[in-house]
């Protein structure tokens, strides 16, 4: 093993037949060490990460920092000349203290493992509603449009108060500044699109409030600029990352059928087999942190301003953290899984992930026993590597009536 490996450029595509494992040159670096050299396309010399206790180290590591504006080098693209801002007001993924734990704290309280599964009653009926329309249309259907997004959006709806006759046009905005198949210009329409919604949605509620996380808001000192922020980071991350995970998990329990037999056969394994596909699938899948001084690292120094791209599928996936990693089994008992990330950006919104997830999961499972795919699995339309998200576009099944 050594330390001096170089990986080039980041893979934009996975193996054909293996949807769910990390690129193969990923998979390959982690073998040569936690840690490889990353030549970004404008020359900067930045790292790329690939073993869980690195990875861990440096997100609960204050000396890397999460802020936009020293985000200066891209992994695919040169960057050079591009200036970049800060955040956004409100958008505290890409800040840091005390900036992020101002618009963090107040959401805190509101997002804690009680709260979340007092949610489980509710979850439990959207998701029998949309089983049950999914068995009266019959078969096939796409899981995504009929299960997956849904789920997930109603929910995120009622907690921010947003009306859900408006969802279709913001889930589709979400989709496209998230999904990594649009251009820079369609990006940024989406983007702005859904800023001016959640401006117009923050002055109604600071006008009637009602009882949701939103109006709950705008009695503390934020402002209305800010609270758009906070409700974009909130809206998308609802909307998009369970809606994959509830789509490519399914995929893979399709895919691995002792594993879903397991699954269905023992209600007991919900919470594990949760965590277990949040382990082998990481939909959120990278992330990258600068260097705000001279850090020592997996035995070399990362010096001042430099770049590092963290791989959270192959943290994941490292062979020293866990048994047979690209194994799905659901009854793994080797947790702590980097999927929610770590440290003081860890998801703030995991525990309700959590409760959509260990409803969904068996209630599609056991409602459908037939449940497969409809069409040959190298068919389905996986998202690109350059979407934030990892996922699905569509997944076509069918079962016997």
């Given at each position: 093993?050594?330390?001096?490996?170089?990986?080039?450029?980041?893979?934009?595509?996975?193996?054909?037949?293996?949807?769910?494992?990390?690129?193969?040159?990923?998979?390959?670096?982690?073998?040569h060490?936690?840690?490889?050299r990353?030549p970004?396309?404008d020359?900067?010399?930045?790292?790329l990460?690939t073993?869980?206790?690195?990875?861990?180290?440096?997100?609960?590591?204050?000396?890397?920092?999460?802020?936009?504006?020293?985000?200066?080098?891209?992994?695919?693209?040169?960057?050079?000349?591009?200036?970049?801002?800060?955040?956004?007001?409100?958008?505290?993924?890409l800040?840091?203290?005390?900036?992020h734990?101002?618009?963090?704290?107040?959401?805190?309280?509101?997002?804690?493992?009680?709260?979340?599964?007092?949610?489980?009653?509710?979850?439990?009926?959207i998701?029998?509603?949309?089983?049950?329309?999914m068995?009266?249309?019959?078969?096939?259907?796409?899981?995504?449009?009929?299960f997956?997004?849904?789920?997930?959006?109603?929910?995120?709806?009622?907690?921010?108060?947003?009306?859900?006759?408006?969802?279709?046009?913001?889930?589709?905005?979400v989709d496209?500044?998230?999904?990594?198949?649009?251009?820079?210009?369609?990006?940024?329409?989406?983007?702005?699109?859904?800023?001016?919604y959640?401006?117009?949605?923050?002055?109604?509620?600071?006008?009637?409030?009602?009882?949701?996380?939103?109006?709950?808001?705008?009695d503390?000192?934020?402002?209305?600029?800010?609270?758009?922020?906070?409700?974009?980071?909130?809206?998308?991350?609802?909307l998009?990352?369970?809606?994959?995970?509830?789509?490519?998990?399914?995929?893979?329990?399709?895919?691995?059928?002792?594993?879903?037999?397991?699954?269905?056969?023992?209600?007991?394994?919900t919470?594990?087999?949760?965590?277990?596909?949040l382990?082998?699938?990481?939909?959120?899948?990278?992330?990258?942190?600068?260097?705000?001084?001279?850090?020592?690292?997996?035995?070399?120094?990362?010096?001042a301003?430099?770049?590092?791209?963290?791989?959270?599928?192959?943290?994941?996936?490292?062979p020293?953290?866990?048994a047979?990693?690209?194994v799905?089994?659901?009854?793994?008992?080797?947790?702590?899984?980097?999927?929610?990330?770590?440290?003081?950006?860890?998801?703030?919104?995991?525990?309700?992930?959590?409760?959509?997830?260990?409803?969904?999961?068996?209630?599609?499972?056991?409602r459908?026993?037939?449940?497969?795919?409809?069409?040959p699995?190298?068919?389905v339309?996986?998202?690109?590597?350059?979407?934030?998200?990892?996922?699905?576009?569509?997944?076509?099944?069918?079962?016997?009536?």
């Amino acid at each position: 093993m050594t330390m001096e490996h170089t990986v080039t450029t980041l893979p934009t595509a996975r193996q054909p037949g293996c949807p769910f494992d990390p690129p193969k040159e990923l998979i390959q670096a982690r073998e040569h060490g936690p840690i490889s050299r990353y030549p970004f396309p404008d020359g900067h010399q930045g790292w790329l990460i690939t073993g869980y206790d690195l990875v861990r180290s440096v997100l609960a590591d204050s000396r890397f920092s999460s802020r936009k504006e020293l985000m200066l080098h891209h992994p695919s693209f040169d960057m050079t000349g591009i200036e970049v801002p800060p955040a956004p007001p409100g958008e505290f993924l890409l800040m840091d203290e005390p900036q992020h734990g101002r618009y963090r704290k107040p959401l805190v309280g509101k997002f804690t493992v009680r709260r979340m599964r007092l949610l489980s009653e509710r979850v439990e009926q959207i998701t029998a509603d949309h089983l049950d329309a999914m068995e009266k249309a019959g078969p096939p259907t796409d899981l995504v449009t009929a299960f997956a997004k849904p789920i997930p959006a109603i929910i995120i709806c009622e907690l921010l108060g947003v009306p859900y006759q408006d969802r279709g046009s913001f889930q589709e905005q979400v989709d496209s500044f998230l999904g990594g198949e649009t251009s820079d210009e369609e990006l940024i329409a989406a983007y702005t699109a859904t800023q001016n919604y959640l401006a117009e949605l923050v002055a109604a509620k600071r006008a009637n409030p009602t009882d949701d996380v939103l109006s709950d808001l705008t009695d503390s000192d934020l402002t209305d600029e800010e609270l758009r922020g906070v409700a974009l980071i909130l809206l998308a991350a609802g909307l998009d990352t369970t809606a994959n995970m509830l789509a490519l998990g399914t995929f893979a329990l399709l895919r691995n059928p002792a594993q879903l037999a397991a699954l269905r056969a023992d209600p007991a394994l919900t919470d594990r087999a949760v965590e277990e596909l949040l382990r082998y699938l990481s939909v959120a899948k990278t992330f990258m942190r600068t260097a705000l001084e001279d850090v020592e690292l997996g035995g070399q120094t990362i010096k001042a301003g430099t770049t590092v791209i963290l791989s959270y599928n192959t943290a994941n996936r490292d062979p020293e953290r866990f048994a047979d990693p690209h194994v799905l089994d659901l009854r793994r008992q080797d947790g702590g899984h980097l999927a929610f990330g770590h440290g003081i950006h860890q998801c703030l919104g995991q525990q309700l992930a959590r409760v959509e997830m260990r409803v969904a999961f068996p209630a599609l499972v056991n409602r459908f026993p037939t449940l497969r795919l409809a069409v040959p699995a190298e068919e389905v339309g996986l998202r690109p590597e350059t979407a934030d998200i990892y996922g699905v576009k569509s997944l076509p099944v069918t079962w016997d009536m």
